[in-house]
């Protein structure tokens, strides 16, 4: 059965151009829950360690670069089938090819500073949620 938690960054672009706020409006419109946010400016080492699984890629370096360039916020969301609905709402990874109205569409720059992070499974959704909140233990899915 898919969870009911999933992770998201709205990413150092959003926030740095103003749009974290309508991002949030957004998310919570869609019936989103938040259970927990931070705004903080990642360190190389968290980045590097977030983005782990792409240490392979041609644009990691970017990635972390891009990822450390300011602040950025973390959220824990809450609603039904969650990680596949916030996914949807989202669009795809290159905003080019994002659904009209979605997130990413409305608010992204490129492939790389594309606004927000959604989590792919409910198994990184977990994973990802405990690497920026570690203290909250309620957060089990
Ligand atoms: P995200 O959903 O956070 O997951 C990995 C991130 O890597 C992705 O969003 C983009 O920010 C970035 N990314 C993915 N593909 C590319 C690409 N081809 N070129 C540059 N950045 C990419």
New binding site residues.
Partial sequence: MAGNITFS?IKPDAVANGHAGKILDHIIQAGYKVRALRLIHMTQGMAEGF?AV?RERP?FK??VSYMCSGPCMPLVLEKADAVAGFRTLIGA?DPAKADEGTIRKLYAQS??A?AV??SDSDENALREARYFFAEIEEVRG
């Fill in positions: 960054i983005y792409h644009f970017d990635l990874t492939i790389e594309n992070h959604g």
